[in-house]
């Protein structure tokens, strides 16, 4: 394997720059698979038959806190990787792991607010609206989990083998895919619950 | 358990095709074992990372599919051969077209021009391999086993009923109580993100893995139709994923998206369902523009006419193909305003088309054409083809389309365009590129006779359609009355599936005779090709290219034969390749259960089956293997065996 020590690690062989590449590819499918849930959702949110609305369902306390953990976590990534080229491994492994902390924490928000919606009789199966809020929130909620699965397997990979092309690509990689998570859920914020708590 | 849920009831035929599926299963399981085969099978198929035989794999499992929805469709033009048939009754009649129509276009069009790609594009652009490897064989056996899924559904369980469309609400659990669209759902949802895998690992390949000094404007337009469809793969196939992910939560979870009450909208379905649907007919033809762009330059000897313009139209029409979709239901109440932007902007599709059409003519122009088995099919694609545009602009006007919507001049007009556009496609490329895979040529005479077989037959089985459709006669009916006078054309386009079938046996059977009787080729080169592929030994060794070429021209290998333009002036070193690996395999089996698991709604093995792919996502995670290096030596041998002693 040639190594081009010009170019930061991640970067740093041919099949590395490819896996990044296609790693920008992959999200490229990404954007249109979230516009089609939003432009579902969009289409359904005033459907709300006989269920509540999102006006009556939605509370700002637990999505602000939601929102905050997740933009913080997309700036201790940031921190991570940044850790990762100046070769700290565990200044790294300390900022991965407040990242994955906090990923947890969305999630865990994220489920007690489903449990609450289900316990007010706000189910998937009660509207089109409710059907398309659960979808929506859910593929986001499902990307988080995934991510903090994933996360934790690099960081095992790191504290094992330290930091050398391969994880620090797998980390890169991981880090475009929080960022894209974080995007992802500014909008979730902006046009699901600003807009319906309007 | 209620093991009711899982049987077919009822039909002599069902059961036979049971019957047989259990034999031929048992008669290739028994044949492997005995002639001791299950260590070669897995050593070097089912755990290949090799493009090439990957390729071979879903050119295999195309032909396998053809086989299956061509015997759809013959029971289809059976059943409608003549007024009152008792042979299929109403309900097994809708399987039978709905099948079909996944199966041809998910199943054996799609899976075939990427069993194409994955052999040729490589060899095309002088690369040693795919971008990703591993991910490539993922792709495959995710397609593999979405395929296998949906054709178990017919004998357990029933198969999908309202459609290759599945329309909304007819595909509801209401209207369609068992679990066929159940298999739809999961078994398009599994090959799907296959497909959208590949459609990555191509683009990468494909832009960052071209040889040095082939510039985008010098690659071969096959590599360019390739590109622009797998752009097309990655901006549609997730519009599917999440449509059919909503039908599922329908289904099987009662959710409210296109149910009639609760606030659900059925059609949020046909608008999801058509935009990715539109661009997958692009899909499946775009690689085929590349396809006989080839051999209509190889065969007359000529560059291609208009290479900028052939680029710049297919750009044109992958962009139109997401900006048509609602033509497929101008009936169905959307307004004046939006039938006609959907009128015109399907309208435009004809010209970037036409300027195609135009281009391939002018290359022939003074051409010192032979007439191989390759050309006669792209020679017969063109009118044929242009047929099928003709009656799409006519389909194309919102007004017009009142009258022949849903009607047999809707189903003709379609198997004008993707039957010359993808299966006469598919068809010469496979003869076309034949002996690069394999040495040796198929027979020319009995190429010949298929080709003649399948262009009479096809235009004798599809060209009543139209009139038919004119008639009045609607799609998907499944029997009619004497008094409607439909019988006759009805038993002609009859008489034309046979003589279709008979023509795709005579080129199986070529297949068959050419492995053991022709004559293998000692060229490596044998239609005087023009492009890389041509330039590595046949068969092609594990690594492609001993010497990575240097390019400096469109058609280098052309040039290379003509004016002398050297390739290869690098000196041989080691070249590294990946290992095999039974992981993506393993992955493919788990999903497969996982599918079938969610059909029956048995939960607990669902869940097994979900962590079971957890694990085996977090074992490649893991993996640390790094391939291996064939040595200089090594390649040195390999090239003097495979080019008689020339390097
Ligand atoms: C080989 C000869 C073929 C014959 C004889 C044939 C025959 C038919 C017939 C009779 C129908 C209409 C069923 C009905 O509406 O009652 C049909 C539908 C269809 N065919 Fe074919 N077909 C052939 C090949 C293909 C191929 C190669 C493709 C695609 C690449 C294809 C794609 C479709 C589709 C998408 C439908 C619509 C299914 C639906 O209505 O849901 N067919 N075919
Ligand atoms: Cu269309």
């Keep these: ?198 | 358990m209620d093991l009711d849920k899982f049987k077919v009831h009822g039909e002599p035929l069902i059961y036979g095709a049971m019957i047989s599926i259990a034999l031929a299963t048992i008669g290739i399981l028994v044949g492997l074992t005995y002639f001791k085969k299950w260590g070669y099978l897995w050593r070097e198929w089912l755990t290949t990372v090799d493009h090439k035989k990957i390729g071979v794999m879903y050119i295999l499992a195309a032909l396998l599919m053809l086989f299956r929805g061509g015997v759809d469709a013959m029971m289809m033009r059976l059943q409608t051969a003549a007024p009152e048939m008792k042979f299929l009754d109403a309900q097994h009649y809708n399987e039978v077209f709905t099948t079909h129509g996944l199966i041809m276009i998910l199943f054996m069009a799609m899976p075939f021009i990427i069993g194409l790609m994955n052999v040729i594009i490589p060899l095309q652009i002088g690369a040693r391999d795919v971008a990703f490897p591993r991910l490539n064989a993922v792709s495959f056996w995710l397609f593999f086993m979405g395929a296998m899924l949906l054709n178990i559904s017919f004998v357990i369980g029933g198969s999908p009923d309202a459609g290759w469309s599945a329309y909304f609400p007819l595909a509801s659990l209401e209207f369609s109580p068992t679990v066929g669209n159940n298999y739809y759902s999961l078994a398009l949802q599994i090959s799907g993100i296959g497909t959208l895998i590949t459609g990555v690992n191509f683009i990468v390949t494909i832009l960052k893995m071209r040889a040095p000094g082939m510039t985008l404007m010098k690659m071969p337009m096959f590599t360019w139709s390739v590109l622009i469809t797998n752009i097309i793969i990655v901006f549609a196939f997730p519009v599917l994923t999440v449509a059919l992910a909503l039908m599922m939560f329908d289904r099987l979870f009662g959710s409210q998206f296109f149910t009639m009450a609760n606030g659900g909208m059925d059609m949020l379905w046909a608008n999801l369902f058509w935009v990715w649907g539109h661009p997958e007919v692009y899909i499946v033809i775009l690689p085929a523009f590349g396809i006989y762009s080839e051999i209509i330059a190889t065969f007359s000897k000529k560059n291609l006419y208009g290479y900028t313009s052939m680029v710049v139209s297919m750009l044109l029409i992958s962009l139109l193909s997401f900006l048509v979709w609602a033509h497929h239901f101008y009936t169905m109440g959307q307004g004046v305003m939006v039938n006609s932007f959907f009128s015109i902007t399907t309208m435009a599709i004809a010209v970037p088309t036409g300027v195609k059409i135009f281009n391939w003519l002018f290359t022939l122009r003074k051409g010192r054409i032979t007439f191989t088995t390759p050309m006669l099919y792209t020679l017969a694609f063109i009118p044929i083809f242009t047929i099928g545009g003709v009656t799409g602009v006519m389909l194309a006007m919102a007004s017009a389309d009142y009258q022949y919507h849903n009607t047999m001049f809707l189903v003709a007009h379609f198997h004008y365009v993707l039957i010359p556009g993808a299966v006469f496609a598919v068809i010469a490329g496979f003869h076309y590129w034949f002996p690069k895979v394999f040495g040796f040529r198929l027979n020319e005479r009995l190429g010949k006779h298929a080709f003649w077989w399948i262009i009479i037959s096809f235009n004798v089985t599809f060209f009543p359609l139209f009139f038919l459709g004119l008639m009045g006669m609607t799609r998907r009916m499944y029997t009619y009355s004497e008094e409607t006078g439909f019988g006759p054309l009805n038993m002609l386009s009859f008489a034309g599936a046979v003589g279709l079938a008979i023509g795709f046996v005579i080129l199986v059977y070529n297949i068959y005779w050419s492995t053991r009787y022709m004559p293998r080729d000692t060229t490596s080169d044998p239609w005087d090709g023009r492009t890389l592929e041509w330039a590595t030994p046949s068969p092609i060794p594990a690594y492609n290219f001993a010497i990575v070429p240097k390019v400096q021209t469109r058609d280098a290998f052309w040039s290379a034969k003509q004016d002398n333009i050297p390739l290869f002036e690098d000196k041989i070193t080691k070249i590294h390749l990946p290992n095999n690996t039974g992981k993506p395999f393993i992955l493919g089996v788990i999903f497969f259960f996982l599918g079938f698991f969610l059909v029956f709604s048995m939960w607990i093995p669902a869940i097994v089956a979900g962590i079971g792919i957890i694990i085996m996502l977090a074992a490649m995670s893991f993996d640390r293997d790094h391939g291996f290096y064939v040595s200089a030596e090594e390649v040195i041998a390999t090239e003097k065996k495979l080019r008689g002693e020339t390097v």
Aim: charged fraction near 10%; proline fraction near 3%.
């Design chain 1, 1 to 198: 394997m040639k190594i081009d020590a010009s170019k930061p690690l991640e970067y740093s062989t041919e099949e590395n720059s490819n896996k990044i590449f296609g790693f920008w590819v992959f999200l490229g499918a990404e954007i249109p698979l979230f516009a089609t849930l939003f432009t579902v959702y969009l289409v359904m949110v005033d459907r709300f038959a006989s269920g509540p609305s999102g006006s009556e369902l939605f509370e700002i306390g637990p999505v602000l806190i939601e929102t905050f953990l997740l933009l913080s976590s997309s700036f201790t990534i940031g921190l991570a990787i940044h850790a990762m080229r100046l070769g700290y491994k565990k200044a790294m492994m300390v900022f991965m792991a407040i990242t994955l902390l906090m990923g947890l924490g969305f999630i865990g928000i994220e489920i007690d607010e489903f449990f609450t919606y289900v316990h007010e009789g706000a189910t998937l199966q009660t509207s089109g609206f409710l059907s398309s809020l659960f979808v929506l929130l859910g593929t986001h909620g499902a990307h988080v989990s995934f991510g903090f699965l994933w996360g934790a397997a690099i960081m095992i990979q790191i504290w094992r083998q330290g930091i050398n092309p391969a994880t620090a690509n797998k980390a890169f990689i991981f880090s475009l895919f929080w960022h894209f998570l974080d995007v992802v859920w500014i909008f979730i914020f902006s046009f699901v619950y600003l807009k319906g708590l309007m």
